[in-house]
């Protein structure tokens, strides 16, 4: 007999996996289905094995500077296939805990690509070409994203890297090119600039990271510059080329003209695009634009019975958020009723300095008429950061000016990935200006920035003179 499921999901990503687990704990009976492993992009090819090799950079940074702080070193080195080993235990340690959990809630694992053809039903195709269908109740689709491709020349030849392989590379290059100035470029320029690779990175917008506030990225800008990245804005690559000697050489069409760009290795790093692959919208009449899936706010599409969430559908493209919305898709999968907020999204990118927003950037909130106050507080002013030896970078904090509501903050520094979730929960919760402010924070820390922020949109820093 055919076992049937409650909820079946198809990918095992961040979206994908907490659903199956929420599902299971809400009384349903789970399959999950995955091609790979467990995990998806984010933990074996995005967030977790970048995060680690952003660790390595920092200590190699942390010890160039060694001297700065009286402890004299001598004889260091990059082995950076002991790198690349400490990332892959780290991914597998993850996966591994992963298995676990699917075995703890009782979520049986099919591998294999999951296709969706109609209601009620997902075929799973192994990798020998058999097919085992799996009846279901409700159908969570999680099936992620692809890496976005770029009509140019040349940059279909093997040798060209995307955030996949070049994760596997055996040793630092000494040069890179990176053609996309958003999250992904920026994090692997940082990683390679501080390794010692000569970067440049090529943005077609007029700036690098567009979802950050303005303010944090002109600021971001010279300390990259100071690192050795080349920056290149409202520029386009036209053609990659492969010397015959091996490298690259790329013509790039910039405000003043072309430009000729040679580098040991290219990277491209232009985006995601959501992943349909066994998704068979026109069988299912699923309601699909630009790409992806269409969700209302329940993350139901427009078919009975079939979600989806994570990057298929289109929408940020961050893990924290796949992983809110199979919360959400599952708990509506399981009888609940859910909506989905997006009101407190915080964006971490982990280039050095770090950078972090959540909320409204200054730009927004002018676009949206509102009438606000902003404030910002420099990490040279914070006793944490200097004895860090970390002092570059600010915390900006807008508030709307009649209530003191605090409505957006953008962190670039010293672990500003972390310092942005009390400023989350700040929005989240409605806070204001003062309520952050008299919020006793303890001292020598890297949180008192978020609160002296807080009080120049009051007055003034207490700390600024």
Same mark, same amino acid.
């Given at each position: 007999?055919? #076992?049937?499921?409650?909820?079946?999901?198809?990918?095992?990503?961040?979206?994908?996996?907490?659903?199956?687990?929420?599902?299971?704990?809400?009384?349903?009976?789970?399959?999950?289905?995955?091609?790979?492993?467990?995990?998806?992009?984010?933990?074996?090819?995005?967030?977790?094995?970048?995060?680690?090799?952003?660790?390595?950079?920092?200590?190699?940074?942390?010890?160039?500077?060694?001297?700065?702080?009286?402890? #004299?070193?001598?004889?260091?080195?990059?082995?950076?296939?002991?790198?690349?080993?400490?990332?892959?235990?780290?991914?597998?340690?993850?996966?591994?805990?992963?298995?676990?959990?699917?075995?703890?809630?009782?979520?049986?694992?099919?591998?294999?690509?999951?296709?969706?053809?109609?209601?009620?039903?997902?075929?799973?195709?192994?990798?020998?070409?058999?097919?085992?269908?799996?009846?279901?109740?409700?159908?969570?689709?999680?099936?992620?994203?692809?890496?976005?491709?770029?009509?140019?020349?040349?940059?279909?030849?093997?040798?060209?890297?995307?955030?996949?392989?070049?994760?596997?590379?055996?040793?630092?290059?000494?040069?890179?090119?990176?053609?996309?100035?958003?999250?992904?470029?920026?994090?692997?320029?940082?990683?390679?600039?501080?390794?010692?690779?000569?970067?440049?990175?090529?943005?077609?917008?007029?700036?690098?990271?567009?979802?950050?506030?303005?303010?944090?990225?002109?600021?971001?800008?010279?300390?990259?510059?100071?690192?050795?990245?080349?920056?290149?804005?409202?520029?386009?690559?036209?053609?990659?080329?492969?010397?015959?000697?091996?490298?690259?050489?790329?013509?790039?069409?910039?405000?003043?003209?072309?430009?000729?760009?040679?580098?040991?290795?290219?990277?491209?790093?232009?985006?995601?695009?959501?992943?349909?692959?066994?998704?068979?919208?026109?069988?299912?009449?699923? =309601?699909?634009?630009?790409?992806?899936?269409?969700?209302?706010?329940?993350?139901?599409?427009?078919?009975?019975?079939?979600?989806?969430?994570?990057?298929?559908?289109?929408?940020?493209?961050?893990?924290?958020?796949?992983?809110? =919305?199979?919360?959400?898709?599952?708990?509506?999968?399981?009888?609940? #009723?859910?909506?989905?907020?997006?009101?407190?999204?915080?964006?971490?990118?982990?280039?050095?300095?770090?950078?972090?927003?959540?909320?409204?950037?200054?730009?927004?909130?002018?676009?949206?008429?509102?009438?606000?106050?902003?404030?910002?507080?420099?990490?040279?002013?914070?006793?944490?950061?200097?004895?860090?030896?970390?002092?570059?970078?600010?915390?900006?904090?807008?508030?709307?000016?009649?209530?003191?509501?605090?409505?957006?903050?953008?962190?670039?520094?010293?672990?500003?990935?972390?310092?942005?979730?009390?400023?989350?929960?700040?929005?989240?919760?409605?806070?204001?200006?003062?309520?952050?402010?008299?919020?006793?924070?303890?001292?020598?820390?890297?949180? =008192?920035?978020?609160?002296?922020?807080?009080?120049?949109?009051?007055?003034?820093?207490?700390?600024?003179?």
């Amino acid at each position: 007999m055919t #076992e049937k499921f409650d909820v079946t999901v198809v990918g095992g990503g961040p979206g994908g996996y907490v659903a199956a687990i929420k599902a299971a704990r809400l009384g349903g009976k789970v399959a999950l289905v995955e091609k790979d492993r467990l995990g998806g992009t984010c933990l074996n090819r995005g967030c977790i094995p970048t995060k680690a090799m952003v660790k390595s950079a920092a200590l190699w940074r942390e010890m160039q500077k060694a001297a700065d702080f009286g402890i #004299e070193v001598t004889g260091m080195r990059v082995n950076f296939s002991k790198v690349l080993a400490r990332k892959a235990a780290i991914v597998d340690t993850l996966v591994a805990g992963i298995e676990t959990l699917m075995k703890r809630n009782k979520i049986t694992v099919f591998s294999g690509i999951g296709q969706v053809s109609q209601p009620g039903k997902v075929t799973v195709l192994g990798e020998d070409g058999s097919e085992q269908d799996i009846v279901t109740s409700k159908i969570i689709v999680a099936t992620g994203s692809t890496m976005a491709r770029i009509p140019v020349s040349g940059l279909d030849m093997p040798g060209i890297l995307t955030s996949d392989s070049i994760l596997d590379l055996k040793e630092v290059p000494e040069s890179l090119l990176i053609i996309g100035g958003g999250v992904i470029g920026v994090e692997f320029a940082s990683i390679f600039s501080t390794f010692g690779t000569q970067v440049t990175v090529v943005e077609m917008l007029p700036g690098i990271l567009p979802q950050v506030d303005e303010e944090i990225t002109r600021r971001l800008r010279p300390v990259f510059k100071k690192a050795g990245i080349n920056v290149l804005t409202g520029a386009k690559v036209k053609e990659v080329r492969e010397l015959p000697d091996g490298g690259y050489e790329a013509t790039v069409e910039t405000a003043r003209g072309e430009q000729s760009v040679t580098s040991s290795k290219v990277l491209l790093a232009a985006g995601r695009v959501p992943n349909m692959e066994g998704i068979d919208t026109g069988r299912l009449g699923l =309601e699909v634009d630009k790409g992806a899936i269409v969700v209302d706010e329940r993350m139901q599409t427009n078919v009975a019975g079939i979600y989806a969430v994570g990057d298929v559908t289109g929408g940020s493209m961050l893990a924290h958020v796949a992983s809110f =919305e199979g919360i959400v898709a599952a708990e509506n999968a399981m009888g609940k #009723e859910t909506v989905v907020d997006y009101g407190t999204v915080p964006n971490c990118i982990f280039c050095y300095p770090e950078v972090a927003g959540v909320g409204l950037t200054e730009k927004e909130a002018r676009e949206r008429g509102l009438d606000i106050v902003k404030s910002s507080f420099p990490f040279t002013a914070n006793g944490k950061a200097l004895t860090l030896g970390e002092t570059t970078g600010t915390v900006k904090l807008i508030a709307e000016k009649a209530s003191g509501r605090i409505i957006g903050g953008h962190i670039m520094g010293p672990h500003a990935t972390d310092l942005i979730a009390e400023i989350a929960l700040a929005i989240k919760a409605g806070l204001t200006a003062k309520d952050v402010a008299e919020t006793i924070h303890a001292h020598p820390t890297l949180a =008192e920035n978020v609160m002296e922020a807080a009080h120049g949109l009051l007055d003034k820093p207490l700390h600024l003179a």
